[in-house]
């Protein structure tokens, strides 16, 4: 379970995070929603240990997780990036097994030699991605979707309790989109890993998400299921967005809903 207790965090005086709690149990496949600056990756990073929060922690399967766990190697987190982030020089399969890097001697990682086990765990995350006829090919031979596959098998490979995904389809198109994020919920479902997912796109959280948090202004102004999310409310999270297509992506039930939470308007006009 992934207990996030009061984070805060100010970039120069300005507060970005202000007092964030979350509780994600593992399997859950949770969607971040929030418009650009909203605070959502600097969410992500103190989640991950690569930026200390101001004020609060995270607790990862009751311990604490932060910048000097993530020095000690400790590796409960895997991240996953907009951009794959692959090495692209190297086979998809050493793309994967950076996954298990934390466990080896620096020496062995330099000349890139592999336990064996850790190769058999590395092709496994590549077989669940339907990759492994890949395993060879150097990773700038693969297609943007086959590469975001392959950034999810590295994550898998880490054997993470939580996966974070910094708006993990938005350089990809529809259809492929749609197929991973379909891999990442299968796999959250499977293997009982927790996923925090931020999204731009409301259609996809909606359909995907199993619980949308909304964040505007560093707080939190929405958390529920996706047949609670209102038109309203996406307009609240998003200020000013002038889309009146949204509402098509939202069911019947939830449109006929009021906004549920007192501060949302507050905060979204602040
Ligand atoms: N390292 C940093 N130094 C200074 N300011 C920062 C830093 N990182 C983020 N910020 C600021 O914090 C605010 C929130 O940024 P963040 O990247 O978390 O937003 P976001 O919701 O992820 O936005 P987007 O959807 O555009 O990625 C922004 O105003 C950003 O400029």
């Known amino acids: 379970m992934i207990k996030i207790e009061g984070l805060k965090k ?8 202000q007092g964030i709690d979350l509780t994600v149990e593992p399997g859950e496949f949770l969607v971040v929603l929030g418009p650009s600056g909203a605070g959502k990756s600097t969410l992500l990073r103190c989640i991950n240990g690569l930026v200390q929060p101001d004020a609060g922690r995270t607790l990862i399967d009751g311990k604490v997780f932060d910048t000097k766990s993530k020095a000690r190697g400790e590796q409960p987190v895997a ?3 907009q951009h794959h982030n692959l090495v692209k020089r190297l086979s998809v399969l050493k793309n994967v097994l950076v996954g298990r890097m934390a466990g080896l001697s620096s020496i062995l990682t330099m000349l890139q030699l592999f336990p064996k086990r850790d190769v058999e765990i590395a092709m496994e995350a590549l077989a669940r991605v339907e990759l492994p ?9 693969l297609s943007g979707g086959e590469q975001q596959r392959v950034g999810i098998a590295r994550a898998l490979a880490q054997q993470p309790a939580v996966i974070l995904c910094d708006e993990p389809v938005a350089s990809l198109d529809p259809k492929t989109s749609r ?3 379909g891999y990442l919920k299968a ?4 293997k009982g ?18 619980r949308i948090v909304g964040l505007s202004g560093g707080k939190v ?10 038109a309203e409310i996406v307009h609240q999270i998003y200020p000013g967005l002038e889309d009146p297509g949204i509402g098509r992506v939202l069911k019947p039930r939830a449109a006929a809903r009021q906004p549920i939470l007192a501060p949302l308007v507050a905060t979204a006009t602040a």
Request: proline share 4%; aromatic share 10%; glycine share 6%.
């Open 193 to 210: 890993i927790a996923v925090i997912c931020n999204l731009h796109q409301v259609d996809y959280a909606v359909e995907f998400g199993e």
């Open 179 to 181: 197929i991973v994020l």
């Open 133 to 141: 006829h890949k395993a060879n090919s150097r990773g700038d031979q």
């Open 187 to 190: 796999i959250c479902k499977e």
């Open 79 to 81: 991240m996953i990036f």
């Open 221 to 230: 102004v929405f958390d529920d299921t996706p047949d609670h999310l209102t």
């Open 10 to 17: 100010s970039y120069a005086g300005r507060p970005v995070l």
